[in-house]
């Protein structure tokens, strides 16, 4: 498995060593947030309703996307100023993730998938392989059949699988956004994209697991033929530091 190319797949957990709010401490955040902006009156009260719907999906592990949706059609302005907090103000004050630049400074990995839309993986480019004059490729969820000439052309290519930062309207992609996203015809694109990258390549996941919920159903869509993967977690006290956290790896070093 050595002779096949390596891609990097990065979540929420990579960014979280600089501040960056995994998405459960996002939700929980954001339900405080709303719920020091509410007035619960009676339970017949349109309000009211929509609160307790947002509790009972609070307590959900499941329905991550319906709690956001929720949020921003009950609260448009609590949820666009909570956002913009925790995207605009962090973005623009953290540092970029240790683990990104070494990702970066690897001999044979050019291409990174993410469910990120922090911009950090780009950040970590310009600085570790930008400097040589070396171009990245962005893609994003609804373009990713474009950018695999480029996979295959072994081009430093970042797809970012949900959203980029200037896509303020998928910072949190939506239930209806998914559907469009893995539905029809685009759904199908989108899951031939997926397996295509876990039949031909490597594959390492970092600051996320193959159950996660933001990948699992693209995952089990797809008819993989035994992919080779592995995930790296966090070693304590170590920053920027690895271990191997997988029941099922393949492969692990560059």
Same mark, same amino acid.
Request: net charge neutral.
């Given at each position: 498995?050595? %002779? @096949? ?21 996002? /939700? ?24 307790? /719907? ?43 993730? %240790? ?53 295959? !052309? ?15 309207? !998928? ?7 998914? /559907? ?15 397996? @295509? ?55 692990? /070093?560059?």
């Amino acid at each position: 498995e050595r %002779t @096949r190319r390596t891609v990097f797949f990065v979540g929420a957990g990579a960014s979280a060593e600089v501040g960056m709010p995994l998405w459960a401490q996002l /939700k929980e955040n954001l339900f405080t947030e709303i719920d020091k902006h509410t007035v619960v009156l009676n339970e017949g009260d349109p309000t009211t309703r929509s609160f307790r /719907k947002l509790e009972a999906l609070r307590n959900s592990n499941e329905s991550y996307w319906d709690f956001f949706e929720t949020a921003e059609l009950g609260w448009p302005t609590v949820y666009e100023d909570f956002m913009e907090r925790e995207f605009d103000e962090k973005i623009s004050r953290v540092s970029v993730p %240790t683990i990104y630049e070494r990702i970066w400074g690897m001999r044979h990995v050019r291409q990174v998938l993410t469910l990120n839309v922090d911009m950090l993986l780009t950040a970590a480019f310009n600085s570790v392989v930008g400097k040589s004059g070396e171009r990245l490729l962005e893609y994003d969820g609804f373009s990713l059949a474009d950018s695999f000439p480029y996979f295959s !052309r072994d081009n430093y290519v970042v797809a970012n699988l949900h959203g980029t930062y200037s896509e303020k309207s !998928r910072w949190i992609m939506s239930e209806r956004q998914r /559907k469009n996203l893995y539905d029809g015809a685009l759904g199908d694109r989108y899951k031939r994209f997926i397996e @295509r990258v876990f039949s031909e390549y490597n594959v390492v996941f970092v600051g996320l697991n193959t159950s996660d919920i933001a990948i699992c159903k693209a995952l089990l869509d797809c008819p993989l033929p035994q992919p080779k993967y592995a995930t790296l977690g966090r070693t304590k006290g170590t920053k920027g530091g690895f271990i191997q956290s997988s029941e099922r790896c393949e492969w692990t /070093k560059n």
